[in-house]
Nanobody, 126 residues
Framework: QLQLVESGGGSVQPGGSLRLSCTAS????????IGWFRQAPGKHREGVSC????????NYADSVKGRFTISRDNARNTVYLHMNNLKPEDTAVYYC???????????????????WGKGTAVTVSS
């Protein structure tokens, strides 16, 4: 069964950090671009970041540039989202998703993704 599983969410105070993980089972992530998305209560899902299968091409939403970093460890079949200086507006359920693209491409459009995880919740509050 092809599956993505997110982990690492939790509750932190503003200014804190979290590292989210996205691990695949049933298939290898080596040839897939990965995107991280989030959905806050009452809002549409939005793209946060993505990383190409080659690992060198990345992209970030303006709201997280300079604070979030995406990386991948193909040996562990895992993609990470390192989140620093978290703000209350980062509160959301975070999802990872995978799609097959050329190794230098990634996308943050959710309609282009093939596989999805079930999400992990992040709450930023004092």
């Amino acid at each position: 069964q092809l599956q993505l599983v997110e982990s690492g969410g939790g509750s932190v105070q503003p200014g804190g950090s979290l590292r989210l993980s996205c691990t695949a089972s049933g298939f290898t992530l080596d040839y897939h671009a990965i995107g991280w998305f989030r959905q806050a209560p009452g809002k549409h899902r939005e793209g946060v970041s993505c990383i190409a299968s080659g690992g060198e091409s990345t992209n970030y939403a303006d709201s997280v540039k300079g604070r979030f970093t995406i990386s991948r460890d193909n040996a562990r079949n895992t993609v990470y989202l390192h989140m620093n200086n978290l703000k209350p507006e980062d509160t959301a359920v975070y999802y990872c998703a995978a799609t097959d693209l050329p190794q230098d491409m990634c996308i943050m459009n959710d309609y282009g993704m093939d596989y999805w995880g079930k999400g992990t919740a992040v709450t930023v509050s004092s």
